[in-house]
């Protein structure tokens, strides 16, 4: 029996109070945070999950003074669940949807030959050679983790490119660096059929430049992009609305019934849940001191978990090179290989910059640092500073100051100049 299986098989669910202030309801780590923030406001709180995986920390927040709950609840009205025959009531209601792997509809797969990435665990026993299908953020990362084992990988998609909609040269970089490690790339290559010959055997029919194919491998992985899946069912009674899968909000994080706002994923296509505190206590905000925070002024990076790790951040894929405005500097990490880049020969920072106000419009890094310096983008664009802020920071690591700083000064006699044109045109009578 595994910790978590333990965990939900010990676990009682308390007896509900008669109404509760917040409700939320989710699971995963973006709940368990967004209930630990709320522990701010001192209101009455529940905290519904229906991941057995949250019944090891609900002790902890037992004693913080949350009640917690295990199970699926329905709405059976605007403002209160039932769950195992129990009426909870609240006044404002939270929902964290998650992603949840489903597979594909392609003639012939099948749960029982054909796994998804929530399959795969640190000690999965898998065959030595295996097809993934899919090309986004976690086919890249799985493929790479599976490799690092030992395993031969083969990663099938009909993109044209791996990471789509993702900087062109970021993911030439991982692909690269993914083929140095020894996966194969088969692209452009649609998949419509699968069959099982045999228990050792799954037979993969592709079209690819409008001719059929075919490959064997040992075993499939299907980790195309997964649907979006509520934390609740019945949410008609609940006056609550979807559009293609994704639970409709404003931009204020509330949902069509007033009463109930949604700590919603960013971007889909990531195929990743993440959520920034900013994000997390301006929702707690709006929801308990009214205010009007926008989900917009919260940027939240995309992220390809792979070594070397890519971070975006902004829209980089219209980024506007030829306008006059418009700057794009890099930064390459080697460049101070003495106190930052540990030997990282590719790790490079790019960003887009507006001249005249040197505000980040995207950024791009890639490197083992990435991590780190992704939030001082983040807390740029989300503050409306220009990157010349970076040059009066101070940071712990001395190597990400020189590089932050390296890409100020590049952009530091532009601003000045055009800070003394302003200055003289202010000078002219009449203006």
Not at 59 to 79: E, H, M, Q, R, Y
Not at 393 to 409: E, F, I, K, M, T
């Amino acid at each position: 029996m595994t910790d978590a299986e333990h965990g939900a098989s010990s676990w009682a669910n308390p007896r509900p109070k008669l109404s509760y202030k917040l409700v939320v309801l989710g699971s995963g780590k973006a709940a368990q945070a967004l209930c630990e923030e709320a522990l701010r406001y001192d209101v009455e709180m529940a905290w519904i999950s229906s991941d057995s995986g949250d019944a090891e920390v609900f002790s902890v927040c037992t004693a913080k003074g949350i009640d917690c709950f295990l199970g699926l609840p329905s709405f059976v009205g605007t403002d209160c669940l039932e769950l195992d025959g129990e009426a909870l009531s609240f006044g404002r209601a939270i929902l964290v949807p998650s992603l949840t792997w489903y597979l594909p509809k392609i003639s012939g797969v099948v749960q029982k030959n054909v796994l998804t990435p929530d399959c795969i665990k640190d000690d999965s026993t898998l065959p030595e050679e295996v097809t993934i299908s899919g090309s986004g953020p976690s086919a890249c990362a799985l493929a790479q983790k599976l490799t690092l084992k030992g395993l031969k990988i083969r990663v099938l998609s009909g993109d044209g490119e791996i990471l789509h909609g993702f900087p062109v040269d970021a993911a030439c970089l991982i692909r690269e660096n993914l083929e140095k490690a020894g996966v194969e790339f088969v692209l452009g290559a649609e998949l419509h059929s699968v069959e099982f010959p045999n228990d050792q055997k799954t037979t993969l029919f592709v079209k690819k430049e409008g001719q059929e194919k075919e490959y064997d491998t040992a075993q499939l992985i299907c980790a195309d992009t997964p649907f979006l899946k509520l934390p609740a069912s019945e949410i008609k009674a609940a006056d609550l609305s979807l559009r293609a899968q994704e639970l409709l909000i404003d931009d204020h994080w509330r949902t069509t019934n007033p009463k109930i706002y949604a700590l919603n994923h960013v971007r889909l296509y990531a195929q990743q849940e993440e959520w920034s505190l900013g994000q997390v206590q301006a929702l707690l905000e709006n929801l308990f001191m009214h205010r009007k925070h926008r989900i917009g002024e919260f940027p939240v990076p995309l992220r390809v978990p792979t070594l070397p790790s890519l971070f975006v951040l902004g829209d980089s894929g219209g980024r506007g090179t030829n306008a006059d405005e418009i700057k794009i500097l890099r930064q390459e990490y080697h460049e101070h290989a003495d106190v930052f880049s540990e030997n990282d020969e590719a790790g490079f920072v790019e960003i887009e910059v507006d001249t005249q106000s040197g505000h980040c419009l995207s950024a791009i890094l890639v490197g083992r640092h990435s991590e780190e310096l992704i939030g001082q983008f983040c807390f740029l664009m989300q503050n409306n500073r220009p990157i010349t802020h970076l040059l009066d920071s101070d940071y712990a690591q001395p190597g990400y100051g020189a590089v932050l700083r390296s890409l100020a000064y590049q952009l530091k006699p532009q601003r000045e100049v055009w800070g003394r044109v302003q200055d003289l045109m202010s000078r002219i009578p009449g203006r």
